[in-house]
């Protein structure tokens, strides 16, 4: 492998200034793509060499290369596809040879894509090779199936500009200007930590002892772009990092922000952090436990091993270019004041060892109980107990779903009245007809319109969330995809409560209030649910209630509790 000189700079996809401003005014004719929040993450760093040695969207050669092998078709070591995912719709109309502009949401023309290549991907083979299991339960898994495009571009990338960032600009800095301050300070070492989660006392340790084992200088270098459903928002995460760089020695230390949008592909995203913090000038990178794992797959465990992205990581190490520092787990020893790595604790049994995990840190927030000084600093933690107050005073959504007739508006009606009399925050009932009125009537009821109706009431019920409000939801909401997408767009600002009214197709025909069913039946209604389409009953839903024989207020009474033992409302 050449070595290039340190920190000489990398190829960028731009173009000339003068020549952008030519092909902006010859893009305006050509058919364009607006790019989705993920497409434009993968865009920048394209075009500004993070994702060096690519030139574009892969092609489909390259696309099989990393899935299979994690090689490029050159041979060179890249282990993410990188492709321009459009609808079948859009695919129908461009073709091979052809150049289409790529926009940003609001319109303006990023780069140019020449596309060479247009396939339909294998996209359950593309989940297993990458991520190790075709399971929705990985949130890369599900934007695959559920979110991305049918079909994929490649091509190389003309870049006209840098997408635009309204936020910590004096923050953000491409590889080049990484790579020019890590010249002008002289620093031939530096090690990258790479995070998604506010950093604690812990972490400040870590890092420490990382750049002192390495005998590099720091650079903390946070993901901003996209990084898993659930993940404390990168407004808080940057004022939080801020709150902590006074803590480290500033001839010695740097932070940049990174606008990556994360896969959480364990393993593998670890090898590809490597690669594009190597592009970013970086010799060094801290990789920790389970580095970019999502969690617990369908059957409840993790999806990968603790160590399973180190062993990758070596196992590839000549080829990306860049040293590993192993993550040291490290605790906190009460007796001698101070953080140690767990594996290296001698007298463990005559010794307190504390240590608080994310999901411990979370309930306490959302208890609102002590975070102790010696896990966090005090300026981290009341950043954090800004944006997550307690759950008592965060807005939330209640959701409910089952049959027509299965009695969702009844009870939702009584919740919203027991929610108010109790006061405290406002209460919004997004039911089934108001929505169908105000918010959807041009709909029909195909499943496509369906799907609508629900991510509409989803994205309102966010809103009203997000300002601390309760939304109470009751559609029949017959499928699963729907409901999740709905829950993850909820889940950035608050609680999301789903109430699966479980009464039988049998109960709920015999009572056919609106004559519905009968219609059905004689199929003069097409697509009704739980006669002609199916309903996808959840699998996990917070609270199940059977409406049969059992009075409304009692049903009303077991949301209540459950609201109670969920810390939304105070007993």
Request: overall charge negative; charged content about 25%.
């Amino acid at each position: 492998m050449s070595q290039t000189p340190i920190h000489a700079p990398i190829p960028e996809l731009y173009v000339s200034y003068e020549s952008a401003q030519k092909l902006k005014v010859e893009a305006g004719n050509l058919p364009s793509w607006d790019l989705t929040a993920r497409q434009i993450c993968d865009l920048e760093l394209l075009m500004n060499g993070g994702f060096n040695p690519l030139k574009g969207f892969m092609s489909e050669e390259d696309y099989n290369g990393v899935v299979d092998k994690m090689r490029l078709s050159d041979g060179s070591l890249w282990p993410m596809p990188i492709n321009l995912d459009v609808s079948e719709k859009f695919a129908d109309g461009v073709e091979e040879g052809q150049d289409i502009a790529l926009r940003d949401q609001e319109g303006v023309i990023l780069a140019i894509l020449s596309i060479t290549d247009k396939w339909v991907p294998n996209k359950s083979h593309e989940a297993e090779k990458v991520f190790g299991a075709d399971d929705l339960a990985h949130p890369a898994v599900n934007y695959l199936h559920n979110q991305a495009g049918a079909v994929y571009l490649g091509g190389p990338i003309t870049g006209i500009q840098p997408p635009v960032h309204y936020d910590f600009k004096g923050r953000r800095d491409t590889p080049n200007e990484l790579r020019a301050y890590f010249r002008k300070m002289g620093w031939r070492k530096v090690v990258a930590f790479q995070t998604r989660n506010p950093l604690h006392r812990a972490h400040q340790e870590l890092t420490f002892r990382a750049a002192k084992e390495a005998q590099a200088n720091l650079l903390i270098h946070p993901v901003v772009g996209m990084t898993k459903p659930g993940d404390v928002d990168h407004f808080t995460r940057v004022r939080c990092y801020e709150a902590v760089l006074d803590k480290y020695p500033q001839s010695t230390t740097t932070m940049s922000l990174l606008n990556l949008a994360m896969r959480m592909a364990g393993p593998r995203e670890a090898v590809w952090h490597g690669l594009i913090r190597k592009n970013h000038g970086c010799t060094h990178i801290i990789v920790g436990r389970d580095h970019a794992g999502p969690g617990k797959n369908s059957a409840g465990e993790d999806f990968y091993g603790p160590y399973d992205a180190q062993d990758l990581f070596r196992a590839n190490q000549d080829d990306i270019g860049i040293e590993m520092v192993d993550f040291k787990h490290m605790v906190y020893v009460q007796e001698r004041a101070q953080y140690e790595p767990n594996d290296e604790i001698e007298d463990r049994d005559n010794v307190t060892i504390l240590n608080i995990s994310g999901t411990e840190l979370r309930r306490r927030l959302r208890e609102g109980l002590e975070i102790p000084e010696w896990f966090s600093f005090p300026e981290v933690v009341a950043e954090l107990r800004r944006t997550s107050p307690p759950r008592a005073s965060q807005g939330f959504t209640v959701f409910f779903t089952g049959l027509s007739g299965s009695g969702k508006s009844t009870i939702a009606n009584a919740l919203m009245v027991k929610l108010m009399e109790m006061g405290g925050r406002p209460v919004t009932l997004l039911d089934g007809d108001v929505v169908r009125k105000h918010l959807s009537s041009e709909l029909g009821f195909s499943k496509e319109h369906r799907d609508l109706n629900i991510e509409r009431i989803g994205y309102v019920a966010s809103e009203i969330t997000k300002n601390g409000g309760i939304a109470i939801c009751a559609p029949i909401a017959p499928y699963t995809a729907t409901r999740r997408t709905v829950r993850e767009m909820i889940e950035a600002f608050g609680a999301f409560v789903e109430i699966h009214v479980a009464t039988s197709l049998e109960e709920c025909e015999k009572r056919d209030r609106k004559g519905l069913y009968k219609l059905a039946r004689e199929g003069k209604i097409k697509e009704f649910t739980g006669i002609s389409d199916p309903y996808e009953a959840p699998t996990n839903a917070e609270l199940v209630v059977d409406t049969k024989d059992v009075d409304v207020d009692h049903c009303a009474h077991q949301v209540i509790l459950k609201l109670e033992s969920m810390g939304l409302i105070k007993a």
